[in-house]
């Protein structure tokens, strides 16, 4: 079928127009410089981005506070060209170490204010875990001058005033305070700008982190208060709440008449405990935000574990090695056991790194952990091997 | 340790994942490397909270209508994935509205020829002659590229055939949409709701060839859009899965940062540790001007590539705002899919304005529960805002320590001007935000200076220019390219199909050396 020819300037024209379009892109490229073009590292956004998300960091310990035998503040510094990468207060840093012959990563929230970052400082407290095999290591190894490894500064665990109310009721237990003395540093500092209200429970007054710059803090800045929350206690200490933290005590420093976020970090004991309070205080989901602590000994006693060991096929480029996991440990935890390196931050199921392809063989994942996988991912087999236990043997595709 | 490999193709897009599935179907031993953990590139998704956003796709063109033939469907079945991905079609085409002008304009369109004909004319009485016009023509168009992709050589009859049925299609080749409108005297009202989509390909209508946009147009309205179930890392993961099934292999966390050219002729890669492997054949899904700027020793590049890639402009500039809120879509007034809303009717203006961020110049915005109701828990909603910037100025300053607050400033007032635009009030309701700038696509996708659309569609980098020059000039042997960047422009579907074009020349390479043999 013939078309009705639609002459956009005349016939003639149109046509020769078209045929010109050739030479016209040659008389161009011809015209252009045969020098390479810039390199893109060099574009401001590109430089950016490298110095904000550096695939790692090299740190190196300045200084050490020994607050007890069992709770010590490291402060790194970069060594190299690299500066330190600018953060969030609430981020944290995952650190990567060789500990007899496995390669594990844990991430410790940065305490120091995103400031701090630019001349050169992050600070991490860490305190032992109870049979804990990293922080352990770190407290009785870690010696001022060390050369340390971490990743880039990740999490979403940070203020952000398009989401949050003006104010944050920010209740901490034991060293879950390092994230919030982050906040009031940063609020302090003029780099946040919200109210923060710190509810901070611990068992007794020896057993505070950072007391005294707290109450400076919050002496100097009226954006900033605390509140000690002591539980082993006989009486009511002055100037502090006896017993535990819960909706009556975040009702009573909470504003009246006006929203309020909850931010929580701190040990599951007390997270359990304020499943059960927050929820009283009728506050919409979005003001509620609890950190992340990973997958805890409790979820051993689930249904779902079964103990065993298990034959643990890795692919890695290609490559297939053979190792050993157990019912009782995440595959993440056999992969690390076995010196595999794996791309890890968050070890709690969130932030995807870890993301692998579960080739054959069955897992449990416990109802106690949020499964944060992708729709997609979930139907195509893949999984996040930091909060995943093995039932069978697995063959697992890291790489 | 190096090893031998048919093909490398570097970078899991939406181009490399097409090309690296047909290669591996053809029988070819196919390597995937991609410096990510996972498939996609721009075409994945991201969980935070209870919300499982999309990161790029707005509708995908090519697909639908799902009981119907679309050239990406035809693609995806012979690839032996179509199948593995659940496809929900997008009825609504779109609603488009003005915000600064002396009049503003506000109009919704559905997709489908009659349908969006009816509705353009409820607007503007007198609007069905001229949009059957342009959609003719787009037709037109249409045919005449079928009719070129599908003829294997030119004879008499072929000749006749452009001449008799094909000729208007050339004849509109060199002309921009303003210079179509202006010769079919379109009214303004029409323009506006034609060219609506003007800001997917990022060029004003001054620029942007007819052709190209007539090509996306028809695609959207006569043929209809989709969305996948489960956000577009759902094809990533189909298509990977194919490609593994069909005996691919594909490394992740593996960053090219050589491609070893000797002699002018591609004969492998370098990972970031050191890993060295070779192939016959190198296809890049990575963006030609890193691959030339930093992949590849100058001296080994000919000169017309180097001048080929020096008389390319970057496009623009991308910007994100991912909302999770916490009320649904039909308490908060989201009446539409997709809205695309500009600062005023004239494109050009429109991208002047955006090439600072001091004010929102357009922005498309998605709902995504209108199309998939249950994308999200019941009772709540996903909404993702999308702006661009053309240009060097906006973002120039940005700097570690003020990225988040300018980040967070350009989303409020994205925010305010879809409250303002809309009359929904959505603010109260966000429970979930990420904010994608510039900065996130050069840390993802390592996108030179954060552009998000490749090189500019303008000038004589049009998509015309590109398909009739591509295969001109001296350039690298054994080293093809695919992914938005290319020949085809921009875009989802387009991407998908520089995948299977670069596959295809790199199979007839294969078979021809095997031949010789």
């Known amino acids: 079928m013939k078309n009705k020819l639609i002459p956009i300037k005349s016939q003639g024209a149109d046509f020769l127009n078209t045929v010109k379009m050739i030479p016209e892109r040659l008389k161009d490229v011809k015209n252009a410089s045969d020098k390479p073009a810039m390199n893109p590292e060099k574009f401001n956004v590109n430089m950016v981005s490298a110095a904000l998300h550096p695939k790692k960091q090299t740190l190196k310990i300045k200084k050490i506070d020994v607050i007890s035998p069992d709770v010590?503040?490291?402060?790194?510094?970069?060594?190299?060209?690299?500066?330190?990468?600018?953060?969030?207060?609430?981020?944290?840093?995952?650190?990567?170490?060789?500990?007899?012959?496995?390669?594990?990563?844990?991430?410790?929230s940065i305490a120091s204010s995103p400031a701090s970052a630019l001349k050169g400082e992050y600070q991490i407290t860490v305190k032992r875990v109870n049979d804990g095999f990293v922080s352990g290591y770190i407290l009785d190894n870690w010696k001022l001058g060390d050369i340390v490894t971490s990743f880039a500064p990740e999490g979403t665990f940070v203020y952000e005033s398009i989401r949050d109310a003006k104010t944050v009721m920010a209740l901490a237990g034991g060293s879950g305070i390092t994230p919030f003395l982050s906040m009031a540093r940063a609020i302090d500092d003029g780099t946040e700008c919200f109210n923060l209200t710190l509810l901070y429970g611990a068992r007794n007054k020896d057993e505070i982190l950072f007391k005294d710059e707290l109450d400076a803090i919050?002496?100097?800045?009226?954006?900033?208060?605390?509140v000690y929350v002591?539980?082993?206690?006989?009486?009511?200490?002055?100037?502090?709440?006896?017993?535990?933290?819960?909706?009556?005590?975040?009702?009573?420093?909470?504003?009246?008449n006006e929203k309020y976020s909850i931010f929580v970090c701190g040990p599951e004991a007390m997270y359990n405990f304020l499943h059960k309070?927050?929820?009283?205080?009728?506050?919409?989901?979005?003001?509620?935000?609890?950190?992340?602590?990973?997958?805890?000994?409790?979820?051993?006693?689930?249904?779902?574990?079964?103990?065993g060991t298990y034959k643990m096929t890795v692919i890695n480029r290609g490559e297939e090695t053979e190792t050993t996991c157990n019912g009782e440990e995440t595959i993440l935890n056999a992969l690390e056991r076995a010196a595999v390196k794996v791309p890890v931050r968050c070890r709690s199921g969130e932030c995807g790194f870890c993301r692998s392809k579960l080739v054959s063989g069955t897992i449990f994942l416990p109802e106690t952990v949020a499964d944060k996988r992708r729709e997609a991912d979930a139907r195509f087999g893949y999984i996040h091997p930091c909060c995943t236990y093995p039932t069978s043997d697995i063959v697992i595709k890291i790489n | 340790m190096s090893k031998k490999y048919d093909v490398i193709v570097i970078g899991a897009g939406n181009g490399g994942l097409t090309a690296a599935t047909k290669m591996a179907l053809s029988g070819k031993k196919t390597l995937l490397v991609e410096r990510h953990n996972l498939p996609g590139g721009y075409a994945t998704s991201f969980v935070r909270g209870r919300f499982e956003f999309e990161a790029s796709l707005h509708e995908l063109c090519g697909i639908g209508p799902i009981t119907g033939v679309g050239a990406l469907k035809d693609t995806f079945q012979e690839l032996g994935m179509y199948d593995r991905v659940e496809w929900v079609e997008v009825k609504e085409a779109f609603r488009t509205i003005t915000l600064n002008d002396e009049n503003n304009y506000d109009y919704a369109l559905p997709t489908g020829k009659e349908a969006f004909i009816e509705k353009a004319e409820e607007y503007y009485p007198g609007a069905r002659e001229h949009i059957e016009k342009l959609i003719d023509l787009a037709v037109q168009i249409n045919n005449g590229i079928s009719f070129l992709n599908n003829i294997k050589s030119f004879n008499a009859d072929t000749v006749k055939t452009v001449f008799d049925e094909h000729l208007n299609f050339l004849n509109i080749a060199s002309y921009s949409v303003n210079q179509v409108f202006d010769a079919l005297g379109t009214p303004q009202p029409v323009r506006d709701i034609f060219a609506a989509y003007w800001c997917y390909l990022g060029v004003d209508l001054d620029e942007l060839n007819f052709i190209h946009y007539a090509t996306m147009f028809h695609s959207y309205i006569v043929d209809g859009a989709v969305i996948p179930k489960g956000r577009s890392h759902t094809i990533s993961c189909a298509l990977l899965d194919r490609f593994e099934e069909l005996g691919g292999e594909a490394w992740f966390n593996s960053d090219v940062k050589k491609i070893i050219v000797k002699d002018k002729i591609a004969k492998g890669i370098v990972l970031d540790d050191g890993t060295e492997v070779l192939a016959d054949y190198v296809i890049a899904n990575a963006s030609p001007y890193n691959v030339l700027t930093k992949m590849i020793d100058g001296a080994e590049i000919p000169k017309f590539q180097t001048q080929d890639n020096n008389a390319k402009q970057l496009a623009v500039k991308g910007y994100a705002v991912f909302l999770g809120l916490n009320k649904s879509y039909e308490e908060l007034g989201l009446n539409n899919h997709s809205y695309f809303i500009y600062d005023c009717a004239d494109t050009k203006k429109v991208s002047e304005l955006?090439?600072?961020?001091?004010?929102?110049?357009?922005?498309?915005?998605?709902?995504?529960?209108?199309?998939?109701?249950?994308?999200s828990p019941e009772g709540t909603s996903i909404l993702y805002m999308t702006s661009i910037f053309q240009g060097d100025e906006a973002w120039k300053d940005i700097t570690p320590e003020n990225y988040v607050k300018e980040k967070r400033r350009y989303a409020n007032i994205m925010i305010d001007d879809f409250e303002k635009a809309t009359g929904a009030k959505i603010r109260d309701a966000i429970e979930e935000i990420e904010i994608a700038a510039p900065v996130t696509y050069a840390h993802y996708n390592d996108a030179p200076n954060g552009t998000i659309y490749g090189f500019q569609a303008a000038g004589s980098n049009s998509i015309v220019h590109r398909l009739m020059t591509m295969a001109m000039g001296d350039k690298i042997k054994n080293l093809g390219f695919c992914g938005g960047y290319t020949q085809q422009c921009i875009g989802f579907s387009p991407s998908y199909q520089t995948g299977m074009m670069a596959a295809n020349n790199a199979i007839k390479y294969l078979e021809k050396e095997e031949a010789s043999k």
């Open chain 1, 277 to 307: 309070e927050i929820p009283t205080l009728g506050l919409e989901d979005k003001y509620v935000r609890f950190e992340l602590f990973g997958v805890s000994k409790s979820t051993l006693k689930l249904d779902g574990i079964k103990p």
């Open chain 1, 72 to 108: 010590k503040s490291y402060y790194f510094t970069w060594v190299g060209s690299q500066p330190l990468a600018y953060f969030r207060a609430g981020q944290y840093l995952t650190f990567q170490l060789e500990i007899d012959g496995s390669i594990v990563t844990r991430a410790y």
């Open chain 1, 218 to 226: 919050a002496q100097r800045n009226p954006n900033f208060s605390v």
């Open chain 1, 230 to 256: 002591l539980s082993d206690v006989k009486s009511k200490p002055k100037g502090c709440e006896k017993g535990f933290i819960s909706a009556e005590l975040i009702k009573k420093y909470a504003p009246v």
């Open chain 2, 354 to 375: 955006s090439k600072t961020n001091k004010k929102c110049a357009l922005q498309a915005t998605v709902c995504l529960n209108k199309a998939i109701p249950d994308c």
